[in-house]
Antibody, heavy 121, light 105 residues
Framework: VQLQESGPGLVKPSETLSLTCTVS??????????WSWVRQPPGKGLEWIGH???????NYNPSLKSRVTMSIDSSKNQFSLSLSSVTAADSAVYYC??????????????WGQGTLVTVSP | VMTQSPATLAVSPGERATLSCRAS??????LAWYQQKPGQAPRLLIY???TGETGVPARFSGSGSGTEFTLTISSLQSEDCAVYYC?????????FGPGTKVDIK
């Protein structure tokens, strides 16, 4: 299973950050997994942004919920993240990851390599 | 809220490393540990507090339940230098601890 993030590395303040994750080796249309986004500001810790299910059902971190939209495209085996009204605080490495639930365990078992997004004029 | 201690840990090769994670409220055994090496994505090591992910070396073990958890590296290898994060999945949103950096002494 491989995941690869893509999208602009530079976004202007107040604009919308848009990223896509392309998955190989697994199907985003499978009901067995959820597809997640996690971010990490430079030199800091990890923050779960949210996830999307093949049906389009989403679960967002309340701290970002008002600005986050996720979508899924089974035909391209991709899922996407949009984060609106960005500020410098949204500068981070953004990871996409596969989330699997097994007997109530929740595992982020495969991750993309991450993509750095900088918010700057 | 997840907290981790110490923030940094230096251990001699072959020695034991013990990392702690504390939850502000009980998360039962719904806790995972991730390893992150510089410039790399996190890697899942342990879930359900003590179950090793497939392919993870046996020197990594987890214990604890409720609010107190421990990750133990029984015999530190040079390739274990990394930041280790705990993460709870008892409640949404998923939350991570601030991490413990493990260095070779």
């Amino acid at each position: 299973v491989q995941l690869q993030e893509s999208g602009p590395g530079l976004v202007k303040p107040s604009e919308t950050l848009s990223l896509t994750c392309t998955v190989s080796g697994a199907s985003v249309g499978s009901g067995s997994y959820f597809w997640s986004w996690v971010r990490q500001p430079p030199g800091k810790g990890l923050e779960w942004i949210g996830h999307i299910y093949y049906s389009g059902r989403t679960n967002y971190n309340p701290s970002l919920k008002s600005r986050v939209t996720m979508s899924i495209d089974s035909s391209k085996n991709q899922f996407s993240l949009s984060l609106s009204s960005v500020t410098a605080a949204d500068s981070a490495v953004y990871y996409c990851a596969r989330l699997v639930t097994i007997f109530q365990a929740v595992k982020l078992d495969y991750w993309g390599q991450g993509t750095l997004v900088t918010v700057s004029p | 809220v997840m907290t981790q201690s110490p923030a940094t840990l230096a251990v001699s090769p072959g020695e034991r490393a013990t990392l702690s994670c504390r939850a502000s409220e009980s998360v039962s055994s719904k806790l995972a540990w991730y390893q992150q090496k510089p410039g790399q994505a996190p890697r899942l090591l342990i879930y359900d507090a003590s179950t090793g992910e497939t392919g993870v070396p046996a020197r990594f073990s987890g214990s604890g339940s409720g609010t107190e958890f421990t990750l133990t590296i029984s015999s530190l290898q040079s390739e274990d230098c990394a930041v280790y994060y705990c993460q709870q999945y008892k409640n949404w949103p998923l939350t991570f601890g601030p991490g413990t950096k493990v260095d070779i002494k």
